[in-house]
T-cell receptor
Framework: GENVEQHPSTLSVQEGDSAVIKCTYS??????FPWYKQELGKGPQLIID?????GEKKDQRIAVTLNKTAKHFSLHITETQPEDSAVYFC?????????FGAGTTVTVRA | NAGVTQTPKFQVLKTGQSMTLQCAQD?????MYWYRQDPGMGLRLIYY???????DKGEVPNGYNVSRLNKREFSLRLESAAPSQTSVYFC?????????????FGDGTRLSIL
């Protein structure tokens, strides 16, 4: 089955700086890559996703890049704010099944 | 707009007891999913239902059963709870049709088994 590895497990950044989270996947057939944000006591919420026919996607301060050849994808958050503090999960799928990374706890220091 | 609703939010069981976790969505989604979340392991798929009337095993189905009651509801049953099933359980849905649709999650059921 698909194996998704996510790094780093924790990330502390100064407010206003950028944060980068990286994921690798094992199955070259995977073709959909969503990113989720989870706040304490809540379920994961989709923040951005990318399909395998696209190399980069942006939504305001958030961007995702995909390198299919190397089988890795990354989340970039620019101009971080305190409300960006949360746990972030990457995932990869083919068909209906999503395989998740272990998560990155992001802390934005004021 | 409620989205995905899970009940109960918290539950404590004794080993060997049975329990059904309920999930309902009001987004007219065809597909529904059950995950468990354990520290340091992300979310792992237990079972999913691609459409009403179908269910399939995910990554960690042992010890669980599911029922897709209708298009809105998808329940997860623990027949004989074990301490290893202590976890946070999330239900999700996606649609309206096909795969590669964003999954929408409920806020979880926190289950402790003593």
């Amino acid at each position: 089955g698909e194996n998704v590895e996510q790094h780093p497990s924790t990330l502390s950044v100064q407010e206003g700086d950028s944060a980068v989270i990286k994921c690798t996947y094992s199955d070259s057939a995977s073709n959909y890559f969503p990113w989720y944000k989870q706040e304490l006591g809540k379920g994961p919420q989709l923040i951005i996703d990318i399909r395998s026919n696209v190399g980069e996607k942006k939504d305001q301060r958030i961007a995702v890049t995909l390198n299919k050849t190397a089988k890795h994808f990354s989340l970039h958050i620019t101009e971080t704010q305190p409300e960006d503090s949360a746990v972030y999960f990457c995932a990869a799928s083919q068909g209906y099944k999503l395989s998740f990374g272990a998560g990155t706890t992001v802390t934005v220091r004021a | 707009n409620a989205g995905v609703t899970q009940t109960p939010k918290f539950q404590v069981l004794k080993t060997g007891q049975s329990m059904t976790l309920q999930c309902a969505q009001d987004m007219n989604h065809n597909s529904m999913y059950w995950y468990r979340q354990d520290p340091g392991m992300g979310l792992r798929l237990i079972y999913y239902s691609a459409s009403e009337g179908t269910t399939d095993k995910g990554e960690v189905p042992n010890g669980y059963n599911v029922s897709r009651l209708n298009k809105r509801e998808f329940s997860l049953r623990l027949e004989s709870a074990a301490p290893s099933q202590t976890s946070v359980y999330f239900c999700a849905s996606s649609g309206p049709t096909g795969d590669h649709q964003p999954q929408h999650f409920g806020d979880g059921t926190r289950l402790s088994i003593l």
